[in-house]
């Protein structure tokens, strides 16, 4: 599972946020198992808890989310009638997520959250350069989104990696490109190219961690807790590099 760190100094932010379940239009009720207020019938798996206060607490909380995920005890929290009402006026999301565009990877679910809960920048290839990055400052920036980290989300069977690796080191696609370095850390590590059955998750694990340095580097950033991982598309689990737990 995702592993937490311990410890992270007291954050800037501490925005109530509600937790609560879905509810659909009552004329849905009766199709979608809701009943006539709109509230899901389904047990309720989520307590109540305040939003995460601390960078740690904001770490702990996508793993959380990503346990329930993974072992099919999701709660889908947020997405009440009060939530939406909530956040009608603005939004104060405890985590900013860099993920892949890929469809099979949606950082709400996989990590369980809700309405509100998560600011997330998708490209092919979770590449951590270019201007996607002025989305990432305001997601994280105290006079816009204030987000408590930054998590950078790869996953398996990425065909972003993919394409990188059959063109490397070719011209290509720019997103592609910004793999490349990956490509060579791999190759550095003793990767080997022609066995893709070993090459392609070892280039998607430095590829995050690529890009979580590069942000780490960024001063727009200092003093932010960034890290990421890697989806497993099998497992449904979202593990950190042991380099980026150090």
Known sequence: MLKSFANWPISRRNVLRGCAFTGLATALSPAWGLD???ESQCPKHCKENPPPETPAKALQALAKGNERWATFT???PHEDRGRRMSVVQ???PFATILSCSDSRVP???VFDQGIGDLFVARVAGNCAEGTLTESLYYGTKEQYLGALILFVLGHSDCGAVKAAIMSYPGRTFQFAELIYPAIAAAISLGGNPDDLK???PLVTEQNVIHGVKVLQKDPELEGLLITGGVYDLATSQVN???VLTQ
Request: glycine share 12%.
């Open 107 to 109: 950082p709400e679910l």
């Open 240 to 242: 950190i590099p042991k």
């Open 90 to 92: 603005g939004q104060s």
């Open 74 to 76: 999701q709660c889908h």
């Open 36 to 38: 006539q207020e709109g």
């Open 198 to 200: 070993t090459f392609i």
